[in-house]
């Protein structure tokens, strides 16, 4: 609870730079070891590692067209 629930308003608000970090930081929660996927149900889980990791790819892309 404590590791996911900042992340919503930081993902919201944040900055390019600070959604990169806290998209970074919510994919983290998918470890192999530790993984939220243990504690919670994947209709929670799922859609938010599709949501992050389309979240990156779209930073990624703006990263490289703007320079």
Same mark, same amino acid.
């Given at each position: 609870m =404590?590791?996911?629930a900042p992340l919503p308003d930081r993902? &919201?608000?944040g900055t390019i730079?600070?959604? &990169?970090?806290?998209a970074r930081q919510a994919r983290a929660a998918?470890?192999?070891?530790d993984s939220i996927r243990d504690a919670l149900p994947a209709e929670v889980t799922e859609p938010l590692?599709?949501?992050v990791d389309r979240l990156l790819k779209a930073?990624? =892309?703006y990263e490289a067209n703007r320079e």
């Open positions: =404590r590791f996911l993902l &919201r608000d730079r600070e959604l &990169r970090t806290s998918y470890g192999a070891k590692v599709a949501a930073l990624a =892309r």
